[in-house]
């Protein structure tokens, strides 16, 4: 099956900018999940959808971050205005009912300067 | 709050075996994961165990789980050069699952 894609691969933005992540799940799977991973941390959880409902957003810093799941599948996450320590990698993953654990994405590198 | 410990490094010597540590708070998890990242991925399962299970075991890799002491472990028989990589451990309670910092793992040839 084809894996969680996700677009683009690397980004650099200067801070106050914006910018927009991409991420399409595996075929079927209800649950999309963004982490953020900073450099030599593990991921954290950003927002949870199941289908196109959140989950949990409890960490989404909700004054800069917004996401949305619009049909159930394909996802989208923006930072607006970005800052300096936005800049980490943004993992997505995907989980269905049938499996144990996450698929994740090749991720997109942020680099605000 | 619920926590993930790990260590930062592992050393090991091609052929050896790894053993990779984590302890985790949360007493009602339900499963607990082993994840592997390679420079520039994501990252990918490895093996998982359920929290009723004392071992499991999946080719070169034996998962130990001490639920009275919360703690995990991840032991790779036989590591190669290929092994070198981030492992993290990962434990899910309900439909949470917490992340530790992750054990970067060198294989010396």
């Known amino acids: 099956e084809a894996g969680v894609a996700q677009s683009p691969r690397y980004k650099i933005i200067e801070k106050r900018q914006s910018v927009a992540f991409w991420c399409n799940p595996i075929?079927?799977?209800?649950?999309l999940y963004w982490y953020q991973q900073i450099l030599g941390q593990g991921p954290k959880l950003l927002i949870q959808f199941q289908n196109n409902g959140v989950v949990d957003d409890s960490q989404l810093p909700k004054d800069r971050f917004s996401a949305e799941r619009l049909k159930g599948v394909d996802s989208t996450l923006k930072i607006q205005p970005a800052k300096l320590e936005d800049s980490a990698v943004y993992l997505c993953a995907s989980s269905g009912r049938s499996n144990y654990g996450y698929t994740f994405g090749s991720g997109t590198r942020l680099t605000v300067v | 709050g619920e926590d993930v410990e790990q260590s930062l490094f592992l050393s090991v010597r091609e052929g050896d075996s790894s053993v990779i540590n984590c302890t985790y708070t949360?007493?009602?998890?339900?499963?607990l994961y082993w994840y592997k990242q390679e420079p520039g991925a994501g990252l990918q399962l490895l093996t998982y165990i359920f929290s009723n299970m004392d071992m499991k075991q999946d080719q070169r890799l034996t998962v130990l789980l001490n639920k009275k002491d919360k703690h995990l472990s991840l032991r790779i028989a036989d590591t190669q050069t290929g092994d070198s990589a981030i492992y993290f451990c990962a434990e899910q309670g309900g439909f949470k699952t917490i992340f530790g910092a992750g054990t970067r793992l060198f294989v010396k040839a």
């Open positions: 075929s079927g799977h209800a649950t």
């Open positions: 949360d007493s009602s998890s339900t499963y």
